[in-house]
């Protein structure tokens, strides 16, 4: 069974960084599409970044150049190292994968697995 583990969320200032990550277990995800996303009460879940098929990382435009994502596939691991973080970036976090390459990574219909979401709250 696939699972998907995110840890390392909290409570930040504006400005200041954190490192959240995802941990998955249940298979090889060598060739998984990983993603995360974020989501705020509410509201559906938002695209925040992923890697594509052929290892480069989109993101989207509200976190571009503040977040950056990483991928260990030997520790089947994926981080999300934020910076500059800003009230806004307030939100659950969410780890996001599938074995299916549908060509559109920023739509959360095309993940299957989902972890359990991690806060994440930056005050003002």
């Known amino acids: 069974q696939v699972q998907l583990t995110e840890t390392g969320g909290g409570l930040v200032q504006t400005g200041d960084s954190l490192t959240v990550s995802c941990t998955a277990s249940g298979r090889t995800f060598d060739s998984y599409i990983m993603a995360w996303f974020r989501q705020y009460p509410g509201k559906e879940r938002e695209f925040v970044g992923a890697?594509?098929?052929?290892?480069?990382?989109s993101y989207s435009d509200a976190v571009k150049g503040r977040f950056t994502i990483s991928r260990d596939n030997d520790k089947n691991s994926l981080d999300l190292q934020m910076n500059n973080l800003r009230p806004e970036d307030t939100a659950v976090y969410l780890c996001?994968?599938?074995?299916?390459?549908?060509?559109?990574?920023?739509?959360?219909?095309?993940?299957?697995?989902w972890g359990q979401g991690i806060q994440v709250t930056v005050s003002p």
């Open positions: 890697f594509t098929r052929g290892g480069a990382v």
């Open positions: 996001a994968a599938t074995p299916y390459f549908s060509g559109i990574y920023n739509s959360r219909y095309n993940y299957l697995h």
